[in-house]
């Protein structure tokens, strides 16, 4: 499957660069660019891509709220954010929003076209030591929660459902889950598959979110 892209960034030359890699890899295909968020969300609407690369900070509707708008449309298109370490608030913010991932822009470039790539499966993309970390904080923060109000409920999901779940919120992949307990990892994709739709989640992301406002898993 060729994955369409739809790049977003204020900077000309990010989005020349990306488009310039990903002009060499058959599987990617840019179908569209957008220099704000308002003009990612029209763009979207048009075009469908698979996956919207988006920068955060942009003049007029930023990231945070054009990957909002698109989340909660009605395609499937997912995004994968653009960031840098050092605005975790912003990171914060698009985890909310509805993002499916995040690279870093002083990654390599072949690490951004395989969150691309991961993103565009379904997947979320959780990289050991830097989205399970703002994952984390994100739900210890005082604004992820409203106060005196309890772990979110979990009905509906079976007590194996709940082990499968508890590990995603651990970081753990579809094979450590199977090892952990012993299943086949067809039985573990299929587990995560039935969470994703009984608790309305885009993707593993969600997911994890989900453990943790739950109190399956704990910051500590």
């Known amino acids: 499957m060729t994955v369409r892209v739809v790049l ?14 990903m002009a060499d890899h ?22 469908s891509p698979h996956v919207v690369v ?23 298109t997912r995004v994968l954010v653009l960031t840098t370490f050092d605005e975790d608030d912003y990171v914060y913010g698009a985890l909310r929003a509805g993002a499916s991932g995040f690279a870093v822009k002083d990654m390599s470039l ?11 499966a379904g997947d979320a993309l959780i990289a050991p030591g830097v989205t399970r970390r703002l994952i984390a904080d994100f739900v210890a923060r005082p604004e992820a929660a409203v106060p005196g109000r309890p772990p979110r409920p979990l009905a509906g999901i079976t007590e194996r459902e ?34 994703l739709t009984k608790l309305d989640a885009r993707d593993r992301v969600q997911l994890v979110i989900t453990a943790y406002e739950s109190g399956l898993v704990t910051c500590g």
């Open 8 to 21: 977003v960034d204020d900077q000309p030359l990010v989005r020349s660069g990306l488009r310039v890699i």
């Open 110 to 120: 072949d690490d951004i076209l395989a969150a691309v790539r991961v993103v565009a």
């Open 162 to 195: 709940r082990e499968v779940l508890t590990l995603i919120g651990r970081g753990r992949s579809n094979t450590e889950i199977a090892e952990d307990l012993y299943i086949s990892v067809a039985t573990a994709k299929s587990h995560v598959s039935r969470l």
């Open 54 to 76: 988006m920068d955060i900070r942009m003049p007029g509707m930023d990231g945070i709220e054009a990957t909002r708008r698109i989340t909660s449309g009605p395609s499937d």
């Open 26 to 47: 058959p599987d990617l295909e840019v179908v569209g660019e957008a220099a704000t968020g308002a003009e990612a969300v029209e763009l979207v609407r048009d075009v």
